[in-house]
């Protein structure tokens, strides 16, 4: 059965203090590793697919890294709008997208 | 182009009562899902399908129907609701290997 594990389940960070997430995943036959955000009371975002190890993906302050055992989404120098409910999810040979139970990131001032 | 539709936004609903949460996109994806989130379970997934005429049980498929009789839309049926049913749902849908995309949730209490 696919799984995903995300640590840690919540974060606390300074504007500027940079931090890495990690998801750590079973899977039988990736085919693709996603990230997500979520703000209080509305749908999952969509910020990233990786589909094999050694793939990386930027978008603004976020870096996504995989690996075969798990993925990386590092934050640099945060600001307080990047605070959000991270999520990790992955689809494996039975299609179906199994999600984490998500990363609570909070940064400050 | 609208993305993935849901509605009602917001159900209040009796033990007993049935009802159908409605989904529907414009994006021509193939595939579609239902989820439930509830705190500290993170995105639960109901059912799910890979096209027209074909779904299949996620890790929660008890208490509730599925059918895609169109690529468009994806009706999430609750037979006879219960308590444990309350929580916020989401409809997702995407192209296969894409990333999915999330409709707003819909908000249901079972009392």
């Known amino acids: 059965e696919d799984q995903v594990t995300q640590s840690p389940e919540a974060l606390r960070l300074q504007e500027g203090e940079s931090s890495s997430l990690n998801c750590s995943y079973t899977v039988s036959g990736l085919r693709g590793l996603f990230w997500y955000r979520q703000d209080p009371g509305k749908g999952p975002e969509f910020l990233f697919t990786l589909y094999s190890a050694g793939e990386e993906k930027e978008k603004e302050r976020l870096k996504a890294t995989l690996t075969k055992k798990e993925s990386f989404l590092h934050i640099t120098a945060p600001k307080p709008e990047d605070s959000a409910t991270y999520l990790c999810?992955?689809?494996?040979?039975?299609?179906?997208?199994?999600f984490g139970k998500g990363m609570k990131l909070t940064v400050n001032p | 182009n609208a993305g993935v539709t849901q509605t009602p936004k917001f159900q209040v609903l009796k033990t007993g009562q049935s009802m159908t949460l409605q989904c529907a996109q414009d994006?021509?994806?193939?595939?579609m899902s239902w989820y439930r989130q509830d705190p500290g379970m993170g995105l639960r997934l109901i059912h799910y399908?890979?096209?027209?005429?074909?779904?299949d049980q996620g890790e929660v498929p008890n208490g509730y129907n599925v059918s895609r009789s169109t690529t468009e839309d994806f009706p999430l049926r609750l037979l006879s609701a219960a308590p444990s049913q309350t929580s916020v749902y989401f409809c997702?849908?995407?192209?296969?290997?894409?990333?999915?995309?999330f409709g707003s949730g819909t908000r249901l209490t079972v009392v």
């Open positions: 999810a992955v689809q494996g040979g039975s299609e179906k997208l199994v």
């Open positions: 997702a849908s995407a192209k296969a290997q894409g990333g999915y995309t």
């Open positions: 399908s890979v096209g027209a005429g074909i779904t």
């Open positions: 994006m021509n994806h193939e595939y």
